[in-house]
């Protein structure tokens, strides 16, 4: 079979290798898709960022998986920590402001369960219909309606990450040439925060986004997971510095709160990693259903648990003053902070063009993948991406609502809605069959979710949602 490969990394550093023209899984009919695949051992391919390549999947005469490095279960539980455990991390303690702190806790733990069971779900439809990718499901359920529209969610899943990375890095490079230039520049075009993300895309990210190949931020996977674990130590222990400074307000402990829709939806915006599902169960030695449930598990117990850590110490610091960029709370003055903005902005800068990349993937893919390669065509996309996310940064500066929306049109479907449905579609059971009962659940609760959540993004818009504007709080 003729292979066509793109070499990068995931949306937080793993090896990238997408496949083009990837072809089935062996053929297997309903129940017995399942079993079999208990004895599927062969080798596959490493782990992509996102299945944007191989939409279509076609038959292979030959073993699609020869000579192909391969994973074990750890190394695929790296993989998928690695693909949740990312920017979205420093958006929880607000999502635990607007659920409450009690309920926050349960809901970390809850979206992480469903995030668990989803992905079980999404990989036993693609066994059962021979598929590759979340696309080629979508299109073996669902036709070309289908296809389009995860084919659409997936492009505006890291599109709007990109525009959440300008505003962070908005929010954190403004405090660094604060810190830095002091009170002479603190008023000055230096300071404006949509001058320092246009420099930031102009010579940085721009520059970057247009690499045809990105491998050499593929290095940088081992270094991301430290450089976030070492992110939350710092929130557990500004917690017990500062957290007593801070004095409480009514409502600061209440056990749960009535934005709790926003609060699910950056959540899911934060555990979302579908888009990595199938090549991670493709690159596993062992493909079994088994193996992969003790992948998803261990992944999502992991990052359960950090992504609670953050949550409630970054909550229990700053209570109801919290923001939905967490770095924001920290003084400008704070060089123990600024340590930590500076970490995250690289983190933000080295994952830009990643998520650049794959964008710009699923228009190729999806509009010219007839046409040869073309360098002119390549630069003019990048910059088009690039300048809009610019434009869309410039909107609001307020990071919860880039988050919430993300997660309402493009997160919560991609958990919530769409592996549950192609599973009842591929069973195709009754309605109200037994094993219908949860999946029909998470869809009407999906549906309810992005809804909730777009009303009550552009609610936020609309009324000007508070947020600090880069303007330091009253404690510093």
Not at 205 to 219: E, F, G, H, V, W
Not at 428 to 456: T, V
């Amino acid at each position: 079979m003729s292979e066509k490969t793109v070499e990068g990394t995931t949306s937080n550093g793993v090896q990238l290798e997408l496949m083009k023209d990837a072809s089935k899984v062996p053929t297997y009919n309903g129940e017995d898709a399942i079993k079999a695949s208990e004895m599927n051992s062969s080798n596959s391919e490493p782990v992509a960022n996102m299945d944007t390549s191989g939409l279509v999947d076609e038959d292979a005469s030959n073993d699609p998986h020869k000579d192909v490095e391969t994973s074990n279960i750890p190394m695929a539980t790296f993989n998928i920590i690695n693909s949740i455990i990312g920017s979205g991390l420093i958006g929880i303690p607000y999502a635990v402001l607007q659920s409450g702190i009690g309920l926050g806790a349960f809901l970390l733990v809850f979206v992480g369960v469903i995030t668990d069971y989803s992905l079980s779900l999404l990989i036993e439809g693609g066994i059962i219909m021979k598929t590759r990718s979340y696309q080629g499901l979508a299109k073996e359920t669902f036709g070309n309606i289908g296809y389009g529209v995860v084919s659409a969610t997936q492009f505006s899943q890291p599109f709007f990450s990109m525009v959440a990375y300008n505003v962070i890095i908005g929010d954190t490079i403004t405090k660094l040439v604060k810190r830095a230039g002091g009170e002479a520049i603190k008023n000055s075009v230096l300071t404006n925060r949509h001058f320092i993300v246009f420099l930031a895309t102009l010579f940085v990210t721009l520059p970057l986004s247009l690499y045809k190949n990105i491998a050499a931020l593929s290095k940088w996977g081992l270094a991301s997971i430290v450089l976030i674990s070492s992110l939350i130590v710092f929130i557990i222990i500004k917690l017990a510095l500062m957290g007593n400074s801070i004095p409480d307000v009514e409502g600061d402990w209440d056990f749960g709160k009535g934005s709790f829709v926003v609060a699910i939806t950056i959540m899911s915006h934060a555990y979302i990693c579908h888009h990595n599902a199938f090549l991670v169960y493709e690159s596993l030695s062992e493909r079994t259903l088994n193996t992969w449930n003790k992948v998803t598990h261990l992944s999502c117990l992991y990052s359960a648990l950090c992504l609670i850590l953050t949550g409630i110490c970054g909550y229990s610091t700053f209570k109801g003053y919290t923001q939905g960029d967490l770095l924001e709370n920290y003084c400008y003055k704070d060089d123990f902070a600024n340590v930590f903005r500076v970490v995250f902005t690289v983190i933000v800068a080295l994952t830009y063009p990643i998520e650049c990349f794959v964008t710009r993937e699923v228009i190729e893919n999806v509009f010219f993948s007839k046409y040869k390669e073309s360098t002119i065509r390549h630069a003019i996309l990048t910059i088009v991406l690039v300048g809009v996310a610019f434009a869309a940064a410039t909107i609001t500066d307020c990071l919860h609502i880039v988050l919430s929306i993300n997660g309402s049109i493009s997160a919560v479907p991609l958990i919530f809605i769409f592996p549950a449905l192609f599973y009842m579609k591929v069973r195709e059971e009754k309605l109200l069959h037994w094993k219908n009962i949860l999946p029909l659940f998470l869809i009407l609760l999906g549906i309810f979710l992005s809804i909730g959540g777009i009303f009550f993004s552009i609610q936020s818009i609309l009324s000007g949602d508070t947020c600090s504007h880069g303007e330091e709080l009253w404690y510093c």
